[in-house]
């Protein structure tokens, strides 16, 4: 499904929400997802998954003195989310 997919979908959902207001809405609350995983913060969506960044280095002679260099973002989905697909 792409996004523009989930606007239309919304907007037929709601009739008084207009494609234009869904789409504010969605770039708002994917902004603030990325804002949070970006300061390192989890974010847990209850009944869908949780996201969490985690860090990890490049791989060198002496792993000590490396930073941190890259970061990946992990989804988990939520048990009852599993439960709902596996139905």
Not at 29 to 52: A, P, Q
């Amino acid at each position: 499904m792409l996004k523009s997919h989930l606007i239309q979908h919304i907007s037929k959902k709601n009739p008084s929400l207009s494609e234009e207001i869904v789409s504010k809405i969605l770039n708002i609350f994917f902004s603030l997802i990325v804002d949070y995983l970006k300061n390192d913060c989890r974010v847990e969506l209850r009944g869908f998954g949780s996201f969490t960044v985690r860090s990890y280095n490049i791989k060198t002679a002496n792993a000590r003195l490396a930073k941190s260099k890259y970061k990946k973002v992990y989804f988990r989905a939520s048990s009852k989310f599993i439960k709902i697909i596996n139905q």
